[in-house]
């Protein structure tokens, strides 16, 4: 049975998908309750090259009693929704349900390799990975990604995203009330000894805050970064994402259609099955329990009649 993942991510219009490389993305992990997690990936991929998978596969990293992590499985995560966005391919995938101690835990995708990129010196010999720490403790999920952020950068030019956070065209949202705290990171070419392996690469020159995301290329090509989300309850860290990002710096991004959010909403019973999707919620054919997703939040609810 699958989880509400793979709607807490980004859905568009459904196309074909190709992939030859890796651009970005993200690892998100879901609870509706202690019993009922899931683990959600998606990915932005160039729109030209070989099929996706059907299915992929994320190492699943578990802290022993000393405080390491040590790899005790792999999940398998079925291909869901398709979508494009400014002219690349979105591919999401999520897993089925998860029964996890209390513990944290570490998620890890890793996919050989990454294309050329301008400020990396061996991306071509470098793996693409991406992650999510998580402490499975009551009600805490990972945030999640509304839309992916901007991959198209106007060279010579302050390009923007903003806001990071919020309920009206946001890029990344948070569910459970937490703090969070984004920051710019490594791009990276591997996970070894419990070690995220930086790649040799010229770090860009970024303005990262929990607001905005500014950047100011200065010659036209692919470059790529690290983005970190830490998330943190009652000043104490529950979790952290770590993104892989490409972005494309083109001479004009005027022409470049974006992607504008419609409301649109997803109804699961408290079992975790879809019970309604569309503009209008039936409210008048609900009794109990039900979470509802419009696209900036989720919602828990009971219906009485």
Not at 115 to 131: A, C, K, L, P
């Amino acid at each position: 049975m699958k989880k509400l993942l793979t709607l807490l991510l980004v859905t568009c219009v459904s196309v074909t998908t190709y992939a030859s490389h890796l651009l970005g993305g993200m690892i998100a992990v879901g609870q509706t309750s202690q019993d009922s997690t899931s683990v959600g990936v998606w990915l932005i991929t160039d729109p030209q090259g070989i099929s996706s998978p059907n299915s992929i596969y994320v190492e699943k990293w578990e802290m022993n009693s000393v405080g390491w992590y040590t790899q005790n499985g792999t999940i398998t995560l079925t291909k869901g929704t398709s979508s494009t966005f400014q002219g690349h391919t979105v591919v999401n995938y999520t897993s089925d349900y998860l029964d996890l101690d209390s513990n944290k835990y570490r998620f890890i995708y890793k996919n050989c390799c990454w294309g050329m990129i301008n400020n990396s010196q061996n991306s071509f010999n470098s793996e693409f990975v991406i992650s999510a720490d998580y402490w499975h403790i009551p009600n805490n999920s990972t945030p999640f990604a509304g839309v992916p952020l901007l991959i198209n950068q106007q060279v010579n030019t302050l390009n923007t995203m903003k806001p990071i956070w919020g309920v009206i065209n946001y890029f990344m949202n948070e569910v459970d009330g937490d703090s969070v705290n984004v920051t710019q990171s490594d791009l990276y070419s591997s996970y070894s000894n419990g070690t995220f392996v930086s790649q040799t690469y010229t770090p860009l020159n970024l303005q990262v805050s929990n607001d905005s995301i500014s950047w100011t290329p200065s010659s036209l090509g692919k470059y790529a970064t690290g983005f970190e989300i830490s998330d943190y309850r009652n000043g104490q860290l529950i979790g952290v994402q770590r993104i892989q990002w490409t972005f494309m710096v083109v001479n004009s991004t005027l022409d470049i259609e974006e992607v504008e959010q419609t409301k649109h909403y997803q109804v699961y019973d408290f079992f975790g099955n879809l019970f309604y999707e569309g503009e209008n919620i039936p409210y008048n054919y609900m009794k109990g329990l039900y979470i509802i997703f419009d696209g900036n939040k989720t919602e828990k609810i009971h219906v009485v009649k």
